[in-house]
């Protein structure tokens, strides 16, 4: 069991079980949260400056019914889903995708909505998106889901709250929102592929919103390693066979050069 070193030699302990279990695993699957993704401006919504922090958290209640609640929503998104468009993918996304190609990445798991994985390279059908994407629209009556490109696009050609062109309900973006459940179909895809992994990679989650944060646990129970890669606590950390308290980007990119070969990422 490697816990959080008090000294470099804890952490050269850690770094060095990390590559061992990585170069013996042959199923390893990612479970991401927002910390690989901080690392490309993306802010982390339990964050200082996150939406938990300024109690500004959208419902599905008041996008349905409150109007000045439907109209902030839509002029925030109007500005804010251009600029998360424009993200990049950064080393830490890259080096996934280098572990995809290798044949030795079953799955990435993520908790996060910005389809930067996607973006790097990972093929979508093996992206499980927990928390759904902001990058599709649906309507909250009658489920018809819109490129979030089209109703963009909308918007910036005036229409200011876009409706569902279907049934005229109210549209949103598909995304899982505060008190809602997750997908069944997607937590049930995440669960069969941690309990099908020999190692289950976690890489920049605080493990605290269920029922996600029992992912690991499933994968852990099933026989497979457990490695987290996070420069906060998590509850699993006394779990965890290997644990870092670095920057996923860089120890990811570092990863796998180490494991898959010195010259692996010289494009990148």
Not at 81 to 95: C, D, I, Q, S
Not at 153 to 166: K, L, S
Request: aromatic letters at 4%; glycine letters at 8%; a neutral charge.
């Amino acid at each position: 069991m490697i816990e959080r070193g008090r000294d470099k030699r804890g952490d050269d302990e850690a770094w060095t079980k990390l590559v061992s279990l990585t170069a013996a695993s042959r199923r390893m699957v990612a479970f991401t949260g927002a910390g690989i993704s901080t690392e490309s401006g993306i802010p982390d919504y339990r964050g200082p400056n996150g939406v938990w922090a300024r109690n500004a958290a959208p419902t599905r209640a008041n996008l349905r019914t409150d109007a000045d609640s439907q109209r902030a929503y839509w002029a925030d998104r109007r500005q804010r889903y251009p600029e998360l468009v424009a993200k990049a993918p950064n080393a830490g996304h890259r080096a996934l995708v280098h572990f995809a190609e290798s044949g030795l990445l079953l799955a990435t798991i993520t908790q996060n909505i910005d389809g930067l994985h996607q973006k790097a390279g990972l093929s979508p059908d093996r992206v499980i998106e927990l928390h759904g994407t902001a990058h599709r629209v649906r309507c909250l009556d009658c489920g018809r889901v819109y490129p979030a490109a089209e109703i963009q696009h909308r918007q910036e050609m005036g229409e200011a709250e876009p409706r569902c062109e279907v049934c005229g309900g109210p549209l949103r973006s598909a995304t899982v929102l505060f008190g809602e459940s997750l997908p069944p179909e997607a937590l049930r895809r995440a669960f069969a592929a941690a309990q099908s992994a020999d190692l289950l990679l976690v890489v920049g989650s605080s493990l605290v919103v269920n029922p996600a944060a029992r992912i690991p646990v499933a994968a852990k129970q099933a026989g497979a390693a457990l490695a987290i890669i996070n420069r906060t606590l998590t509850p699993l950390d006394t779990l965890a066979d290997a644990r870092l308290w670095t920057e996923a980007g860089p120890t990811l990119d570092a990863l796998a050069q180490r494991v898959l070969g010195e010259g692996l990422m010289a494009e990148d």
